[in-house]
């Protein structure tokens, strides 16, 4: 199996610099006020690098199947639900109505949905996955657990299941503050 590097040329050939502190006003002050704040010390750009990261093994792993990460998630939702409307879809994967939208139609123009007039709400549009959809869909299953697993195979089972239970805590501690519910 090829190591992660040659999966993801385009993101781990760039270098990481843990010293590195972001240039302005700021680089000489942490939260307290003290400390320089390094990018490696921030969660938000460890957590856009580790997304990058998984694209990257995401899109490597799963390129045969011209399926992007969030229409993966949109198709697994389908597979889910069996049919859903976009705005259940789009609560479901988290994302805009507009942005599930555009994945939809592209869906559909490769035969993989179906999206019709709901019954109950013409306005709503209710989605399905075709037959070439769902033999898609299983196709994928392997490749991209693989992705999955290798995003965090770093880490020991234990802090792998620890990763994941904090990332949920988070989620769910932002969604409970926000007023939108549980994590997905």
């Given at each position: 199996?090829?190591?992660p ?52 093994l ?8 011209d ?8 198709m ?5 639900r069996?049919?859903?409307d ?10 805009d109505?507009?942005t599930v ?8 123009k ?5 999206r ?6 013409r306005?709503a549009?209710?989605c399905r996955?075709?037959p ?6 299983a ?6 657990r693989q992705?999955?697993?290798?995003t ?7 802090e792998q ?5 904090l ?13 939108e519910g549980?994590a997905?």
């Open positions: 199996m090829a190591g590097s040659n999966r993801c040329a385009g993101i781990l050939s760039v270098p990481f610099s843990r010293n590195l502190a972001y240039v302005s006003g700021m680089a000489n002050r942490s939260t307290s006020g003290r400390d320089p704040w390094p990018l490696s010390k921030r969660p938000g750009f460890l957590l856009r690098r580790l997304h990058q990261i998984h694209v990257a995401f899109a490597g792993n799963c390129a045969r199947f399926v992007t990460p969030v229409q993966y998630s949109l697994s939702a389908l597979a889910l069996v049919a859903a976009q705005t259940t879809l789009a609560s479901d994967v988290a994302l109505r507009t939208t555009g994945a939809l139609k592209r869906l559909q490769r035969g993989l949905i179906k019709v007039a709901s019954r109950s709400d306005r549009q209710e996955l075709t070439a959809g769902t033999r898609v869909l196709e994928m299953e392997r490749p991209a992705a999955h697993h290798d965090i195979a770093a880490l020991t089972a234990r299941a620890q990763f994941i239970a990332m949920v805590q988070l989620i769910e501690a932002h969604a409970a503050a926000n007023g549980a997905r």
